[in-house]
């Protein structure tokens, strides 16, 4: 009788676990199906809207867009080269010249114009810069004194740059070449704004495993083909594909560790926003493994995910990144396994 008992408990521990996970299967792909469908209705509504003439739309909105992406574009510019090196303005300004062209010259007079006014707005002059360096106390070495003093230098350091940036441009504009049409309908260059984008990314790093079965170390990665499309010039909503391998390295029953490995797949929902050349992503994705050793027996479960990193300009058509990144999978096994990750993706935008 006891015997009896005892099996019929663990068929129907056995039957709710297989309903669990059937739920949370279910669940999952009723999400993402949700969330692809409101995508795929939201990029037609965006792309009929961009398709509207411009008679339909408002003039000031359609170059209050265009002004608003050029400036981010520009402070994008300046930023890399900043990072990168600007002592001189004269020898920065040459190596940038490429890039502040591509954007301005796709402007009309009356934007490029705009502009200014949009940097003049802000406060922004030549040589306030040099004013707030010489009013500002300084320490032994010469430098400026206090946090907050250096902070507030830099941004109207930056400013001013951006600035000059877009003189130079405007002293070169007739040397602006035929193919880049001067348009009201500027969408930027190093942003996601009204472009659908493949990206290609690895995704790897370390992972810490919790099961029943004890706690166990290893590593994971993959490889990811995600759509992005950008609603705006700051945040964007991307779908795809990933696939990979994960293992860990267990104790046998001799004490000997071995690798244990499992084949993984996902289908990631990602919202990416940004902030000058910073991105932060963060994702949902409903995700698998396999035994490495039998298919058939697997486990299914979630990952939610975020990451922080940068990206340079646009190159080619090619928007590079590189993202540090760390998150947790759980999944709805006999085992209650939970894993937490962390590592890095590289990868680009096309």
């Known amino acids: 009788m006891t015997?009896?008992?005892?099996?019929?408990?663990?068929?129907?521990?056995?039957?709710?676990?297989?309903v669990l996970t059937l739920s949370s299967i279910v669940s999952l792909s009723v999400l993402s199906l949700t969330v692809i469908?409101?995508?795929?209705?939201?990029?037609?509504?965006?792309?009929?809207?961009?398709?509207?003439?411009e008679s339909q739309r408002p003039l000031i909105e359609i170059e209050n867009i265009a002004i608003n992406q050029a400036y981010l574009d520009l402070e994008v510019i300046v930023t890399s080269q900043e990072r990168s090196q600007w002592v001189i303005?004269?020898?920065?300004?040459?190596?940038?010249?490429?890039?502040?062209?591509?954007?301005l010259c796709q402007l009309t007079p009356r934007l490029r114009l705009a502009l200014q006014d949009k940097l003049?707005?802000?406060?922004?002059?030549?040589?306030?810069?040099?004013?707030?360096?010489?009013?500002?106390?300084?320490d032994s070495m010469g430098h400026l004194k206090g946090f907050m003093n250096r902070r507030t230098f830099k941004k109207h350091l930056h400013r001013e740059r951006i600035m000059t940036s877009l003189s130079h441009v405007q002293e070169r504009i007739k040397q602006c070449p035929y193919w880049l049409p001067e348009s009201s309908l500027f969408m930027g260059v190093h942003r996601d704004a009204g472009r659908l984008q493949l990206l290609v990314e690895t995704m790897g790093g370390l992972q810490?495993?919790?099961s029943e079965a004890g706690i166990f170390v290893g590593g994971a990665g993959q490889g990811r083909l995600i759509v992005v499309y950008g609603f705006g010039a700051s945040?964007?909503?991307?779908l795809g594909l990933e696939a990979g391998?994960?293992?860990?390295?267990?104790?046998?029953?001799?004490?000997?560790?071995?690798?244990?490995?499992?084949?993984?797949?996902?289908?990631?929902?990602l919202i990416r926003t940004w902030l000058s050349n910073y991105r932060l992503d963060a994702e949902l994705t409903p995700v698998v493994r396999f035994n490495d050793h039998d298919p058939k027996e697997r486990k299914y479960g979630g990952r939610f995910a975020v990451g922080f990193g940068f990206s340079p300009l646009r190159v080619l058509g090619v928007l590079p990144h590189i993202m540090a990144w760390a998150g947790s999978e759980r999944y709805f096994?006999?085992?209650?396994?939970?894993?937490?990750?962390?590592?890095?993706?590289?990868?680009?935008?096309?």
């Open 3 to 18: 015997k009896n008992t005892s099996q019929l408990k663990r068929l129907m521990m056995s039957f709710l676990a297989q």
């Open 37 to 53: 469908s409101l995508t795929v209705i939201s990029i037609a509504w965006s792309e009929s809207i961009s398709t509207e003439s």
């Open 89 to 103: 303005d004269q020898h920065a300004l040459h190596k940038i010249t490429p890039q502040l062209m591509e954007v």
């Open 120 to 138: 003049l707005a802000q406060g922004t002059r030549r040589g306030q810069a040099r004013e707030y360096w010489l009013a500002t106390p300084k």
């Open 208 to 210: 810490l495993q919790t």
């Open 235 to 238: 945040w964007g909503l991307g």
């Open 245 to 269: 391998g994960a293992s860990t390295f267990p104790k046998d029953d001799q004490g000997e560790r071995s690798v244990r490995a499992e084949w993984t797949a996902g289908a990631p929902i």
């Open 333 to 350: 096994d006999q085992g209650s396994t939970t894993v937490y990750r962390a590592g890095t993706r590289i990868g680009f935008s096309l």
